[in-house]
C-alpha cells in the first residue's frame, strides 16, 4: 500500500464533512447559515473530525487490513459506525458547552452515519482502497 496516498487521505478526507455540512451551505447563503460563529463551526468541526479519525478510524483501518477485509464496503460501514459515535458525543459534548440536554435519535443516528461515511469513502478512494482489490489493497 502507497505510504503517501495513505497520508493524503488521512490528511484530505476528515474535511470532507466540513466542506459538506458548514462551508457549502455558507457559501450558498452567503454567510448567513452560521454568521459570526463560522470560524468557531469550521474549528470545532475540523476537531471533531481529525480526533474521530484518530481514535476510531486509524484502529478499524488497521484491524481491517490485519483480517484481510480492507475494502471500500467495509471502510464505509465501519466509518458509518464511527461517525454515529463521534457526532453522539460531538452533540453531547456541545450540549455541555450550551448548558442544555441533547437527546439522541433516529435522526441524529443517520447524520451521525452520513458523516462518518463522507470521511470514509474519500478515504478510501484517495489511498486507492476499493472493492475490486477484496480487501488485499
Known amino acids: 500500500m ?31 447559515a452560521y454568521g459570526n460563529a463560522l470560524p468557531m463551526a469550521i474549528l470545532f468541526g475540523l476537531l471533531t473530525s481529525y480526533l474521530g479519525t484518530i481514535a476510531l478510524g486509524v484502529p478499524q483501518f488497521l484491524m ?11 471502510l464505509s460501514l ?3 459506525a464511527s461517525g454515529v459515535l463521534v457526532f453522539s458525543c460531538f452533540l453531547y459534548l456541545f450540549g455541555l458547552l450550551l448548558d442544555s440536554q441533547v437527546s439522541i435519535g433516529a ?12 470521511v470514509a469513502v474519500p478515504f478510501s478512494l484517495l489511498s486507492g482502497i476499493t472493492n475490486a482489490g477484496k480487501g488485499r489493497s
Open 2 to 32: 502507497n505510504k503517501k496516498r495513505l497520508w493524503l487521505a488521512s490528511t484530505v478526507a476528515p474535511v470532507t464533512p466540513i466542506v459538506v455540512v458548514i462551508l457549502v451551505p455558507a457559501l450558498l447563503t452567503q454567510g448567513q
Open 64 to 74: 481491517l487490513q490485519r483480517f484481510g477485509r480492507l475494502n471500500l464496503t467495509a
Open 78 to 80: 465501519a466509518g458509518a
Open 107 to 118: 435522526t441524529e443516528i443517520l447524520w451521525g452515519a452520513g458523516l462518518g461515511v463522507m
